[in-house]
């Protein structure tokens, strides 16, 4: 999904950037927490976040994770009092932050702006949306698949022997994306390694058959043109 920053013109930019604060945050810092008022929009000037819920001890379900470029709170600003999730620095961040308020002045007096935060929004539901429906309807496997087509998008080298991940992939990172255990998510991973599915040095893997995920998730019949976490 483009970043929301670099789909505006330049004058944009610049007009949001003067009526917003600048923010530092460190590694593991919370931005905001679920539940707690929605009296901000966030940009990413540089670092990365990720938004994610709660949903046992210990489990948390990751919504999706927003980087350079990009904004969050958005469900929070425009759907109600209230942010639905929570915000955490992956790494040390440099953001941008407007009051509520002054972004609904903004988008009030500007058109063409509102439409494209209006695009924005719309499909980040949908990447949402994909998400949820793959884990619901597919179980542990599809889950751990859903994530794997992720990362290939997001990260992905096409070679002779299948897809690389460039970026390091942990077991755990998996687990806390989709809100099952690191046990669940290794025996998968472990069986789909004898099947001849991925494989893997170290942390970075090598996907030797895409086809098979697709498949699973059914894939064809999902309308989202590029699932990224």
């Not at 941008?96 to 609904?104: A, C, D, L, N, T």
């Given at each position: 999904?483009?970043?929301l920053?670099?789909?505006?013109?330049l004058?944009?930019y610049?007009?949001?950037l003067?009526?917003?604060?600048r923010?530092?945050v460190?590694?593991?810092?919370?931005?905001?927490?679920?539940?707690s008022?929605?009296?901000?929009?966030?940009f990413?000037h540089?670092g990365?976040?990720?938004?994610?819920?709660e949903i046992?001890?210990?489990k948390?379900?990751?919504?999706?994770?927003?980087?350079?470029?990009?904004?969050?709170?958005?469900?929070?600003?425009?759907?109600?009092n209230?942010?639905?999730?929570?915000?955490q620095?992956?790494?040390?961040?440099?953001l941008?932050?407007?009051?509520?308020?002054?972004?609904?002045s903004?988008?009030?007096q500007?058109?063409?702006?509102?439409?494209?935060?209006?695009?924005?929004v719309?499909?980040?539901?949908?990447?949402s949306?994909?998400?949820?429906?793959?884990?619901l309807?597919?179980?542990?496997?599809?889950a751990?698949?859903?994530?794997?087509?992720?990362?290939?998008?997001m990260y992905?080298?096409v070679?002779?022997t299948?897809?690389?991940?460039?970026e390091?992939?942990?077991?755990?990172?998996i687990?806390?994306?989709?809100g099952?255990?690191?046990?669940t998510?290794?025996r998968i991973?472990n069986?789909?390694?004898g099947?001849?599915v991925?494989?893997?040095?170290?942390?970075y893997?090598?996907?030797?058959?895409?086809a098979y995920?697709?498949k699973?998730?059914?894939?064809?019949?999902?309308?989202?043109?590029?699932?990224?976490?």
């Open positions: 999904m483009e970043p920053l670099q789909r505006i013109d004058y944009d610049d007009m949001l003067a009526n917003s604060k923010k530092f460190k590694k593991y810092d919370f931005i905001f927490q679920e539940g008022p929605a009296d901000y929009l966030y990413i540089k990365e976040i990720r938004m994610f819920k046992g001890t210990h948390e379900l990751t919504i999706f994770i927003r980087g350079a470029q990009d904004g969050f709170g958005e469900v929070g600003i425009f759907s109600g209230c942010y639905s999730n929570s915000a620095a992956t790494m040390d961040s440099t941008y932050v407007i009051e509520k308020g002054e972004m609904e903004i988008l009030a500007n058109g063409k702006l509102g439409l494209h935060f209006t695009r924005w719309a499909e980040s539901l949908e990447a949306k994909a998400k949820i429906r793959d884990f309807l597919f179980g542990s496997e599809g751990v698949a859903s994530i794997f087509i992720r990362y290939a998008n992905g080298v070679t002779p299948g897809i690389r991940i460039t390091a992939v942990l077991i755990q990172d687990s806390k994306h989709i099952i255990s690191r046990e998510v290794s991973v069986k789909w390694k099947q001849g991925i494989g893997n040095d170290s942390k893997f090598l996907i030797k058959d895409i995920f697709k699973m998730l059914a894939c064809d019949r999902c309308g989202v043109e590029n699932c990224v976490i």
